[in-house]
């Protein structure tokens, strides 16, 4: 028996396995894994999005970036295997390739940033049937940090945390209820609310970098080696806040303060990693099957 034919079999008893139908909804029936996936698709659109528009200021950018790294050598050689690739294409069709491509990217920029706007909402709409779970999480955190044995100082800062990731989720609900028109609000009281909903989420954030910059210094005082880039328990947050910290900025701003392009990049980056771990998971499960 080939290799191929056994590839092929494996394939055939896997896709008829339920159980990996079970695996790959996991991700999905896992409320805080599919917000996850959700923003990194979200944001990378946009990002992609972003990317396409400016691709005349992008390949000046690379341009530029190319020259001072010296690369020119390596771009003649890129060149010379187009220009030969070129030959092996008749001209019509070659022209009417590029045309057809060119053409093809501001509606493909178009449509992603609608499919950004729509999975914004989606998001959004889906954390507002976690209210209640999230209340009763922030009751019993918050019983919990009280009657510790901890500082009053840290007791304070933690429930601080507990109210402002509590309490940005009603605040958001509101706004996006007033903005689509379900309440009697006007589109400034839903930008509003929306603010509102950020500035507390800036406060978390905030005080999820002091935790965890407070916990890095700890391991080094006490002379234990960081490892940032094998201690997932400390990286994945820490990528994600610290990049999710300039968002609560710009969100808490009636205005905005940062580009699309930059918007698109920090969130993309705030969950990729996580969305990555979860299908590696899922992956691995799959082939224990």
């Not at 771009?75 to 010379?80: G, P």
């Not at 919990?144 to 109210?163: A, G, M, P, Y």
């Not at 969130?267 to 992956?283: H, I, N, P, R, W």
Request: net charge positive; aromatic share 10%; charged share 20%.
């Amino acid at each position: 028996m080939t290799k191929t034919v056994q590839q092929v079999q494996y394939l055939l008893r896997l896709l008829s396995n339920p159980k990996l139908y079970e695996l790959v909804n996991n991700p999905f029936a896992d409320p805080v894994k599919l917000d996850s996936l959700l923003s990194t698709v979200c944001y990378g659109s946009l990002f992609v999005s972003e990317l396409i528009k400016r691709r005349p200021e992008l390949a000046s950018l690379l341009s530029k970036l190319v020259q001072k790294l010296q690369l020119t050598s390596v771009l003649s050689v890129i060149r010379v295997y187009l220009a030969k690739l070129k030959q092996l294409v008749p001209e019509k069709h070659y022209v009417c390739a590029k045309q057809a491509f060119v053409g093809s990217l501001d509606p493909l920029a178009a449509k992603l940033r609608l499919l950004s706007d729509y999975i914004a909402d989606v998001r959004i709409f889906n954390r507002m049937w976690g209210l209640p779970a999230l209340l009763a999480f922030g009751i019993e955190e918050i019983k919990q940090t009280w009657t510790s044995d901890r500082r009053l100082v840290t007791k304070l800062l933690e429930i601080t945390d507990t109210v402002a990731i509590v309490g940005y989720q009603p605040f958001e609900n509101i706004g996006f209820a007033a903005e689509h028109g379900w309440t009697n609000h006007g589109s400034s009281a839903a930008l509003w609310y929306y603010v509102v909903s950020s500035r507390m989420w800036a406060v978390f954030v905030a005080l999820e970098v002091f935790k965890l910059s407070k916990t890095m210094v700890q391991l080094k005082r006490s002379g234990q080696p960081l490892n940032l880039l094998s201690n997932r328990e400390l990286n994945r947050p820490l990528i994600s806040n610290l990049a999710n910290l300039p968002l609560t900025v710009h969100w808490s701003l009636p205005e905005g303060c940062l580009s699309d392009l930059t918007v698109g990049f920090l969130g993309m980056l705030s969950t990729v990693f996580d969305t990555m771990d979860t299908f590696k998971e899922v992956a691995a499960q799959a082939q224990a099957l």
